[in-house]
Nanobody
Framework: VQLQASGGGLVQPGGFLRLSCAASGSIFNIDAMAWYRQAPGKERELVAVIGRGGSTHYADSVKGRFTVSRDNTKNTVNLQMNSLKPEDTAVYYC?????????WGQGTLVTVSS
């Protein structure tokens, strides 16, 4: 299973970005799909997770600003990020869980700066 993330870039504070991640390969039923991020000098942290049925959970730091969604027919997960702040700067990784195994994308850099 391969995960390909896209959509990162440079954005000014208050701006928005949309990250997308597509899973390919030998896919059966993907359970949770999630976005993590890792800022320089910090540990990787969970940003948002969405279950197969659509239930969601967000880190407190992004609640009300980020929205995670998925398309089970296309095996994709998206992260709409609004009202971006400099502290959102990080490499964002998509993650999927299938049959108890974790799969990771390559990461996409999001930089929030004026």
């Amino acid at each position: 299973v391969q995960l390909q993330a896209s959509g990162g870039g440079l954005v000014q504070p208050g701006g928005f970005l949309r990250l997308s991640c597509a899973a390919s390969g030998s896919i059966f039923n993907i359970d949770a799909m999630a976005w993590y991020r890792q800022a320089p000098g910090k540990e990787r942290e969970l940003v948002a997770v969405i279950g197969r049925g659509g239930s969601t959970h967000y880190a407190d730091s992004v609640k009300g600003r980020f929205t995670v969604s998925r398309d089970n027919t296309k095996n994709t997960v998206n992260l709409q990020m609004n009202s971006l702040k400099p502290e959102d700067t990080a490499v964002y990784y998509c993650n999927s869980v299938m049959d108890g195994n974790d799969y990771w994308g390559q990461g996409t850099l999001v930089t929030v700066s004026s």
